[in-house]
């Protein structure tokens, strides 16, 4: 089941549901299907750099550089 964030346009409520294909998403809050779904971000932030680094690792053995730093490249060409 995905996650999908919503706006709810009777009580404006912020929220996210998992929500499978035949379900009908209701607020929370105050009940209402009058939902708006929204953009989920994607988190960037990398909370274990070692888990970061490993993925780097592997994407460069794949010939992938793009998601190294400049600093990082600098550091691999020396």
């Not at 706006?7 to 009908?24: P, W």
């Not at 209402?32 to 990398?46: G, N």
Request: hydrophobic share 35%; aromatic share 8%; charged share 25%.
């Amino acid at each position: 089941m995905p996650l999908y964030a919503y706006t709810c346009q009777d009580c404006n409520a912020d929220f996210e549901l998992l929500v499978r294909a035949s379900d009908v998403p209701a607020c929370p809050s105050c009940g209402s299907e009058k939902l708006q779904q929204q953009v989920a971000k994607i988190c960037v932030d990398i909370k274990y750099p070692a888990i970061a680094k490993s993925w780097r690792r592997a994407a460069a053995a794949g010939g992938d550089v793009s998601n190294f730093s400049k600093q990082e490249l600098q550091m691999k060409k020396s």
